[in-house]
């Protein structure tokens, strides 16, 4: 039997499944949360200068950026909807790679929806918490429309196309403003994170949550009392870490960041991400 047809099949074999295998060098981070994670700031001229490392996968059609629905680009804000703003996810990536060797690139999973609490991402729970909110915030209802009224389930979906690329390698939340005083938020925190990596067939406990305060009471920041609650998130997951918002000024409403401040913050979630890498980076 001539064993020749069967080698070369072999190998178009292994050529075929290496070309689609994961990079370990692609290191993934979904991002999740309401207004100040999806981009509350405006874009300035600093902001459109972005390596070619770091990417962003669009979550939905875009356009008018030239994005299509489960591609990657250059992570050149928004980020996340079509027409949202400066994210935290921004400068953390930027951060990142700046302060990772040359041969890592990092992208981001994007998925958030300004006013929601965070059970619009309880995969048991987000339906009724939709239908509750319809007739008093139409327009929350219309964003998640956009993510196929399921911002949870968009985000699984994303994230399983992104590790057919790269590696998870950790989750940004910035949410609470709607939880404010919600002292069962850590619990509600934790069966998204639980079923997040469920349904990403990731090991339990196996990723650092990086969760971000709200304005500070520094800045007398009208939802500064749901800190406190926040920063009990480490007892009830293991692997979370808060990123502290003190001395980050927001805008006159006191909810929302500035330009500035949320750059700052992309860059103190990095450098918490960085130091559980064992890299020293710094985020002024």
Request: charged residues 20%; aromatic residues 8%; contains cysteine.
């Amino acid at each position: 039997m001539n064993k020749l047809p069967l080698l070369i099949i072999f190998f178009l074999f292994v050529l075929t499944c290496s070309a689609s295998a994961q990079d370990p060098n692609f290191h993934i981070y979904l991002c999740l949360g309401q207004s100040n994670m999806e981009g509350p700031a405006p874009i300035e001229p600093q902001d459109t200068t972005v390596s070619s490392r770091f990417q962003v996968l669009s979550v939905l059609d875009c356009p008018d950026l030239g994005r299509s629905k489960g591609d990657w680009y250059v992570a050149k804000p928004p980020l996340f909807r079509c027409n949202t703003r400066l994210s935290p996810a921004d400068y953390f990536g930027r951060t990142m790679v700046a302060n990772l060797p040359d041969n890592i690139r990092v992208g981001v999973v994007p998925v958030a929806v300004a006013g929601s609490k965070i059970e619009i991402f309880d995969k048991s729970r987000y339906q009724a918490y939709l239908d509750s909110s319809a007739a008093e915030r139409p327009w929350m209802i219309n964003m998640a429309k956009q993510y196929g009224g399921n911002p949870y389930q968009r985000l699984v979906e994303m994230t399983r196309l992104a590790q057919q690329k790269g590696v998870i390698k950790g989750i940004l939340l910035h949410q609470g403003e709607s939880n404010t005083g919600d002292k069962a938020w850590p619990a509600k925190v934790k069966k998204i994170y639980d079923d997040l990596l469920a349904d990403l067939q990731l090991p339990p406990n196996s990723i650092p949550l990086l969760a971000g305060e709200l304005v500070n009471a520094d800045q007398e920041g009208k939802c500064a009392s749901m800190n406190p609650i926040i920063a009990t998130l480490p007892q009830t997951i293991p692997q979370a870490h808060v990123i502290s918002s003190k001395g980050l000024p927001a805008v006159p409403d006191k909810l929302h960041f500035t330009s500035e401040s949320i750059r700052k913050f992309g860059r103190r979630y990095a450098v918490e991400m960085l130091s559980l890498m064992g890299y020293k980076a710094s985020a002024e």
